[in-house]
């Protein structure tokens, strides 16, 4: 671990990747992720790593998917905008097993079911982590790139501008010096006639003419990839955190940047005697259901806080499973940009919304 620094989000989350291991880096410019391709660029060359500026996203994904197959620590990253474009790559890329470190320098929170749920094809699922600042970054970027080996699987870290822009005194992990994988497609095994396969559709060859009797069968191969798929969500611990108290009226469920300002919010209205708790969950896949139930066991209500319409008090509401009304306190907050700086992230605007939820619940 190295001494503290005081680095910008952008550059931490660089400096993080490239001491994670990773040695190949590829995107394409948008506000608030273009700082990473910026810092990555300028850090990768220098421990024997390539960053590539693509000409899209489409291009970035294709040349992730390149040096992952060969067993390089690929990372790529964007916007939700330019995430989209990635989607039919990041869901065949789960059927290749192929791990890859995906950065969704997001605009506000718009993005929470794009990110959780994906927008490709096929039956797949990433894990999520959606880190509250710098430095939990920096940490989770290590854990990204251990569970998208360790799973073989892109794996999702959600970010935003905050997370981005905000400058925070860092510690970065001691370097590791990445090892090729056993299954990587290197040219090792080329014209032994036991030549490694990397394919969205299996990993037996199909013979021309022969098909299921040369052993190939896509039905198997999906069920493995279901199969993999729960044991990767069962074999991840969901993470939360939590500050509740034996008198909790009220929960407040936050996540990323923005909770944070919640988690503020919450704790002075504790100090002035309000009965109120805050959880955030850390990973969002797999969602932490079991534990946000156990919080709002006792609860008069619970409160979801995010930027944008409402989407992650879906998953809140399937966790507390109608043991307490579920209510949203949130909405879209944004810059004449679109760049996801809100303001509403604000602890006296955040205590009044808590307030007058709580005033309302004592009424009941």
């Not at 490709?120 to 854990?143: I, K, N």
């Not at 095994?189 to 030549?195: D, L, W």
């Not at 932490?288 to 509401?317: I, K």
């Not at 303001?343 to 009044?352: A, G, Q, Y």
């Amino acid at each position: 671990m190295s001494a503290p620094r005081f680095m910008a989000g952008s550059d931490a989350l660089a400096a993080a990747m490239v001491a994670a291991g990773c040695r190949f880096f590829a995107g394409y410019p948008m506000t608030p992720f273009t700082g990473v391709l910026e810092a990555m660029a300028q850090r990768l060359p220098g421990a024997g790593g390539v960053c590539m500026n693509a000409e899209s996203e489409l291009e970035a994904i294709g040349m992730c998917w390149g040096a992952a197959a060969i067993g390089a620590r690929a990372a790529t990253g964007s916007t939700g905008q330019g995430l989209a474009l990635m989607q039919e790559s990041l869901a065949e890329m789960t059927s290749a097993r192929l791990p890859l470190v995906v950065l969704n320098m997001a605009r506000g929170q718009g993005d929470y079911f794009q990110t959780t749920r994906g927008g490709g094809h096929g039956d797949y699922r990433l894990p999520v982590l959606a880190p509250v600042d710098v430095s939990e970054a920096v940490t989770h970027v290590s854990l990204a790139f251990g569970w998208a080996e360790a799973w073989r699987t892109p794996v999702m870290l959600f970010g935003d501008y905050y997370l981005a822009h905000t400058h925070r005194s860092v510690s970065i992990p001691a370097p590791e010096e990445p090892v090729t994988p056993a299954w990587a497609v290197d040219g090792r095994s080329g014209g032994t006639g036991r030549a490694r396969l990397i394919s969205p559709l299996g990993t037996v060859k199909q013979r021309d003419g022969q098909g299921a009797q040369a052993g190939y069968d896509l039905a198997v191969h999906y069920r493995a990839c279901a199969d993999r798929t729960r044991a990767m969500l069962d074999g991840i611990a969901p993470r939360i955190e939590a500050e509740t108290g034996g008198d909790t009226a009220v929960l407040v469920v936050a996540y990323g940047s923005p909770a944070a300002y919640v988690r503020a919010a919450v704790r002075e209205l504790r100090a002035e005697g309000l009965p109120v708790g805050y959880a955030r969950p850390v990973t969002l896949v797999p969602f932490p259901y079991g534990a946000l139930a156990r919080l709002a066991r006792g609860c008069r209500a619970v409160a979801v806080y995010e930027n944008n319409s409402g989407q992650a008090v879906d998953d809140v509401r399937l966790a507390v499973d109608g043991q307490v009304p579920v209510e949203f306190i949130g909405g879209l907050s944004m810059d004449p940009s679109g760049f996801g700086i809100a303001p509403d992230l604000d602890v006296t605007h955040l205590k009044e919304r808590i307030m007058q939820l709580v005033g309302r619940v004592a009424a009941r």
